[in-house]
């Protein structure tokens, strides 16, 4: 989960409603390190939660399930672990991978989390693995363009 409140509360409300979709499922629980999670009491399943480095922790895994403004996103993509990320229309999606929708699974309800799950395969690996996480303009044409649109509302 991540430091905004908002998003982990759609995605624990999702969890709830999906409960044990398939019997093997067991959820952990990574908090963000910076923010103390109040509402861990509001997931309605057994959830082991761990603490510690992100490169650690990811290796005993199958599967990642983050929310769109996560960093930790990044550290399961990058260790080939098969990543869902839920999407809020309700926020700014901050993720890294709109252009990875190959490799990477955006859900944003219920059913479609549900769906993937019943599908997934715990031998299942990110195979479609890109290694072009940035993108990288010389120029910073975009952001030239916007500063100067700033700019002269300004003055």
């Not at 990543?83 to 190959?102: E, G, R």
């Amino acid at each position: 989960f991540d430091i905004d409140m908002a998003i982990n509360k759609q995605l624990i409300q999702i969890i709830n409603k999906i409960g044990n979709t398939k019997k093997h499922i067991e959820w952990h629980v990574k908090f963000h390190s910076g923010k103390y999670f109040a509402h861990k009491d509001m997931i309605n399943h057994k959830v082991k939660i761990v603490n510690g480095l992100l490169i650690n922790i990811l290796k005993n895994y199958d599967l990642a399930l983050t929310v769109s403004n996560s960093g930790a996103s990044i550290d399961a993509y990058i260790l080939h672990i098969p990543l869902i990320i839920f999407k809020s229309n309700s926020n700014i999606d901050f993720s890294p991978f709109k252009k990875f929708s190959n490799s990477v699974l955006f859900v944003n309800n219920e059913n479609e989390l549900r769906e993937y799950l019943i599908s997934f395969k715990i031998d299942q690996k990110n195979n479609i693995y890109k290694n072009n996480l940035i993108w990288h303009d010389p120029g910073l044409t975009k952001w030239k363009n916007l500063l100067i649109k700033v700019q002269n509302k300004l003055l």
